[in-house]
């Protein structure tokens, strides 16, 4: 703000003194009013200016960074490289892209990734309604979400929901006003792009050739293009993303980009308008008229941000036993930070109906789990799932599966050879090193440094859902 800006505020603040408009009255209950008695200097309207920015600023991080995120995301899906990885899922714009085999710690893309479905993954602009196909599965798991551009997962297809039956659903942008044929699902997208994100499952050891036949009867496309034998999808791409500059605010020139085609959503006008204040409107962004205390309140914000998304876990997980459980993932509300932090680390997850995906980081001290340590895992019983489950171990720096010598990323109903007692109760060693003992043959192995375990519940039982299902405490072994 210019000096004859605070000078003008300065004169308001005092003519309004002296008009006896401004009270010098406490609070009723004797604690003293702090604006009453705050004086108007420059020094203080400096110190507000920065701290109304950084105020707003995390307000915009944790409620604009699913868009962000989802804009950049959409890019990179679209980029598929030569050669294509056999874990890659990218795909063109418009177009199915499947992995063709399970990831793998070389296999970067997607973090927290699951050891347990090949991944689908479709990046759709909504110029017209398009048609996804599904096969008959045979009752075989599997799940595409739709998610619109805020990382909110709108519809679900897949075994749970819909049943494994062939069909086909219509992704149908705002505002189409047209009618669909018969027999065809209507699923309402609230944005102009959509993300698809599916998942397949494989057991271990399966034959893939058959499911790389089934990942092609899997198809996308328009409306229009419905009943055309001969149609080819169009090569495609996204317009590229603001470019980049060096004063440490790009984040909102992104999201001020992201908004001019995914626009504020009625429920939230009233807080996207308090980001006028530091250069953020429905026109772009505009920092030419930040002060030096403005800009500082904003890059303080962008550091801070990241923080209190991350805090969400606070609220939105219940502890039990040391594991922390997080519901809701697909009901957000008005929750930003932690539709944030799913849409950051999380990019993906799922409504506690389809899936759960309880995790720990801690030992039975609350301790980081490491593999300096040995640890061991004693199950009573099998989860209670409808579909399957799965323990699974994440280097705790790059939240990436971890390498090791027996090339087992994961334990679960599909492992082969899973030793289980008369009563139904399994141990599971954890650490670095394999293990001797009866319960050897289910070692999960651990990296040498920190990391974390999820443990994945597909389709859970009541039991699970009603907070009855207790897991086990990770317990050192000496």
């Not at 701290?51 to 600023?57: K, L, Q, S």
């Not at 590229?240 to 992201?258: C, H, I, M, T």
């Not at 085609?261 to 772009?284: I, K, S």
């Not at 009866?438 to 009603?466: S, T």
Request: charge should be neutral; aromatic fraction near 10%.
């Amino acid at each position: 703000m210019p000096k004859n800006t605070l000078s003008q505020c300065c004169a308001i603040a005092t003519l309004l003194l002296g008009s006896g408009l401004l009270s010098t009255t406490g609070f009723a209950q004797g604690q003293p009013d702090a604006l009453l008695s705050m004086p108007t200097s420059q020094e203080n309207i400096v110190a507000g200016l920065e701290a109304d920015a950084y105020a707003n600023g995390i307000n915009a991080y944790v409620w604009g960074y699913p868009l962000v995120r989802m804009e950049r995301v959409m890019r990179d899906y679209t980029k598929v490289p030569s050669p294509r990885p056999p874990t890659s899922y990218r795909a063109p714009l418009n177009q199915l892209g499947w992995a063709e085999s399970l990831a793998t710690p070389s296999a970067k893309d997607m973090p927290t990734a699951n050891n347990d479905t090949l991944y689908l993954s479709a990046v759709v602009q909504l110029d017209e309604p398009y048609v996804l196909h599904v096969p008959d599965t045979a009752d075989r798991y599997y799940v595409i979400n739709v998610f619109n551009l805020w990382q909110e997962l709108e519809h679900y297809v897949g075994r749970r929901t819909t049943g494994t039956a062939a069909g086909d659903y219509v992704l149908v942008p705002p505002g189409w006003q047209g009618t669909l044929p018969a027999g065809l699902k209507r699923l309402d997208v609230s944005t102009r792009k959509a993300w698809l994100w599916g998942r397949l499952h494989v057991k271990d050891g399966e034959d893939l050739a058959p499911l790389h036949s089934l990942q092609k009867q899997f198809t996308l496309r328009p409306l229009s293009q419905r009943n055309n034998p001969d149609y080819q999808p169009k090569s495609e791409s996204l317009s590229a993303l603001p470019a980049a500059s060096n004063d440490g605010l790009d984040f909102f020139r992104e999201l001020a980009a992201a908004l001019k085609d995914n626009p504020v959503p009625p429920r939230d006008e009233a807080l996207f308008a308090q980001f006028a204040r530091f250069g953020l409107t429905a026109r772009g962004f505009d920092p030419s008229r930040l002060t030096p205390a403005q800009k500082a309140g904003l890059l303080r914000a962008l550091a801070d941000g990241p923080k209190v998304a991350v805090s969400a876990m606070a609220t939105a997980g219940t502890q039990r036993n040391g594991w922390t459980w997080a519901t809701g993932l697909d009901s957000f509300g008005s929750n930003y930070p932690l539709r944030a932090l799913v849409s950051g680390p999380y990019l993906g997850g799922q409504g506690e109906k389809e899936a759960m995906y309880p995790l720990r980081s801690t030992d039975a001290k609350g301790e980081q789990l490491t593999g300096a340590k040995r640890y061991v895992l004693h199950f009573k019983s099998t989860p209670p799932v409808d579909a399957f489950w799965s323990l699974t171990v994440y280097n705790a720096v790059d939240k990436m599966l971890v390498d090791n010598p027996i090339a087992r990323y994961k334990l679960g109903s599909d492992t082969p050879g899973l030793k289980v007692r008369a009563d139904g109760s399994f141990d599971v060693p954890l650490q670095a090193e394999q293990p001797n003992g009866e319960f050897a043959a289910n070692w999960l192995p651990a990296p040498k440094g920190p990391f974390y375990m999820i443990l994945r519940l597909y389709q859970p039982k009541d039991e699970v859902l009603k907070s009855q299902y207790e897991l086990p405490q990770v317990q050192i072994h000496e």
